[in-house]
C-alpha cells in the first residue's frame, strides 16, 4: 500500500506539471514507457534513446529482477515508435542471459549505412555487439567483441566493463566511437565497480570490428574515479567526453580527441555542470551551414540545491549518490563553452536520461523517475518516461527553427 500511495502521488505530481506546462508557449509531451512491477520484472532502470535516420525513436533499458541492483538478474529490453513519439510499440526482450546481468545497452546510429549498433555488456565481463538493419524490428545475432577490450588489460588489469550507457555517435568520417568505463577492483581482488577510468573504443567499418583507442580519463586524486561517460564531436572534428565522477568539487570532467580515439587532452572540470555522480547525456541539436545554428543539448540531474545536499558536508560522497532530482537540460550555442539556456525536466526525484532528436526538431528525454521504496531512493525508481518538446519550448519562445534550417541531420 506504502509503495503504491508513493507511486500515485508522483502520477499526481506529474500530470499537475505537464498541465501547467501546456500554458507556456511551444509544444511538450510527457510519457510512461516502463512502469515498476510490470512484465515480472521489479524495475527497470539506465536509459538509452536513439532517433534512427528515419526518425524512428528505440528507448532501450534494463529490466531487473530481484531487487534491481546491478549485479540481479537484468535484460535488455526495447520500445518502439515510428511516429515521433506520440505510440510506442509493445515492450521487446532483446537480450536475456538467466540470471546473469545483461545492461548498458549502447545504441549508436550510422548514417551512411542507415543500420543501428548496439554494443553491451554481459556480467560486467564480457561486450557484445549486434545491428539492425531495418529500424529495430530485428536484429543480428550477437557477437562477442571482448577481445578489443581484453587490449586495455596491458596497461590497465581491469576485471569490469561497461561500456556507456546512453547512446554512441558516429563522426563526420563514418567513425563510430563509444566510451567505454573499466574497473580494477582496487585492492579489494573483487570484481566491484569502484575505482575505474574511463576509455575509447570505435570502428571505421561500420561495426564489423573495434578497436581499442586510449584511455580518456584516467583515476588519480584529481580525476576521481571517472565512469560513465557521455560523447558528442564538436563542429571543429573534435570528440568531447563528458564524464561522470567522484571528486569533490561536484563538477563533471571535459577531456577532448582529435579523432575520438587517442591523444586525449587533460581532463578539466566544466563548471556549468553539477555533479551528483549520476550519468549525464549530451547530443547535438543542430550544427552549421545544415542548420542556421549551433546547438547542444545535456541532460542530467542538478540537484546542488536538494536540501539533503546541502545539509552534508561537500566531501559526503553518500550525500551526492543517494539525492538524484531537479533533472535539467541545457543548451549551449558556442560548443560547450557556455550554457544560457536552462530548463527543469521533472523537479523530483529523476536519474539516469538520454536524450535524442528527431528530424522534425522535436527533442526527447527518455529518463529514470520516481520512487518505490518509500525513502526517496533513485535506485528503486516507479518509471521510465520520455519527455518530448521542441526548440519553442525550451528556450521560452526565445530561439525556434527557421525557414532556412534544413531537416536535422548530424552532418
Given amino acids: 500500500m506504502k509503495k503504491k500511495i508513493v ?19 511551444g509544444f511538450h509531451r510527457f510519457q510512461i ?3 515498476a512491477g510490470t512484465n515480472d520484472y521489479h524495475i527497470y532502470r539506465i536509459a538509452s534513446l536513439a532517433s534512427t535516420q528515419k526518425g524512428t525513436l528505440l528507448a532501450f533499458c534494463a529490466a531487473r529482477k530481484g531487487r534491481g541492483g546491478d549485479w540481479d538478474p537484468i535484460d535488455i529490453v526495447m520500445r518502439r ?6 505510440t510506442w510499440e509493445p515492450l521487446k526482450q532483446l537480450v536475456h542471459n538467466d540470471s546473469i546481468p545483461s545492461d548498458n545497452a549502447m545504441p549508436i546510429v550510422d548514417y551512411i549505412t542507415g543500420e543501428v549498433h548496439l554494443l553491451y555488456q554481459v556480467d560486467y565481463a564480457r561486450c557484445y555487439y549486434m545491428k539492425s538493419a531495418d529500424d529495430g524490428l530485428t536484429w543480428s545475432e550477437p557477437v562477442d567483441i571482448t577481445e578489443t ?3 586495455f588489460k596491458d596497461i590497465y588489469p581491469w576485471v569490469v566493463l561497461a561500456p556507456g550507457p546512453g547512446h554512441g555517435i558516429q563522426l563526420t568520417n ?12 582496487g585492492d579489494t581482488n573483487r570484481r566491484r565497480h569502484r575505482p575505474s577510468i574511463v576509455v575509447s573504443v570505435y570502428s571505421d567499418d561500420h561495426g564489423l570490428t573495434w578497436k581499442a583507442g586510449d584511455v580518456a580519463v584516467p583515476d588519480n586524486d584529481t580525476t576521481v574515479i571517472p565512469n560513465e561517460t557521455s560523447c558528442i564531436q564538436l563542429v571543429d572534428g573534435r570528440v568531447l567526453f563528458n564524464s561522470r565522477n567522484e571528486s569533490i568539487n561536484y563538477r563533471r570532467l571535459f577531456t577532448c580527441s582529435e579523432d575520438g580515439a587517442t591523444k586525449w587532452s587533460i581532463p578539466v572540470f566544466a563548471d556549468a555542470f553539477f555533479e551528483p555522480i549520476c550519468f549525464g547525456s549530451m547530443c547535438r541539436y543542430s550544427r552549421q551551414p545544415f542548420q542556421s545554428k549551433n546547438r547542444i543539448l545535456f541532460c542530467n540531474p542538478d540537484s546542488r540545491h536538494d536540501p539533503w545536499v546541502r545539509k552534508k558536508s561537500s566531501t559526503s560522497r553518500s550525500a ?12 549551449s550555442y558556442d560548443e560547450g563553452n557556455t550554457w544560457p539556456v536552462s530548463k527543469v525536466i521533472d ?29 526517496g531512493s533513485h535506485y528503486q525508481n516507479t518509471h521510465m518516461s520520455v519527455v518530448s518538446f521542441d526548440l519553442e519550448w525550451l528556450t521560452n519562445g526565445n530561439d525556434k527553427l527557421s525557414d532556412k534550417d534544413k531537416p536535422l541531420k548530424p552532418f
Avoid at 174 to 185: A, I, T
Avoid at 320 to 331: C, K, S, V
Fill in 7 to 25: 507511486f500515485l502521488f508522483s502520477m499526481f505530481f506529474l500530470a499537475t506539471s505537464n498541465m501547467c506546462l501546456a500554458q507556456e508557449s
Fill in 33 to 35: 514507457l516502463f512502469e
Fill in 81 to 86: 515508435s515510428t511516429d515521433g513519439g506520440k
Fill in 149 to 151: 577490450i581484453d587490449a
Fill in 174 to 185: 563514418g567513425r563510430l566511437v563509444v566510451p567505454f568505463w573499466l574497473s580494477d577492483g
Fill in 320 to 331: 551526492r549518490n543517494r539525492h538524484r532530482t531537479n533533472l535539467t537540460i541545457r543548451m
Fill in 347 to 375: 523537479p523530483g526525484i529523476a536519474g539516469y536520461s538520454d536524450l535524442a532528436v528527431t528530424p522534425d526538431g522535436m527533442i526527447h528525454v527518455f529518463y529514470e523517475g520516481g520512487s518505490i521504496s518509500g525513502t
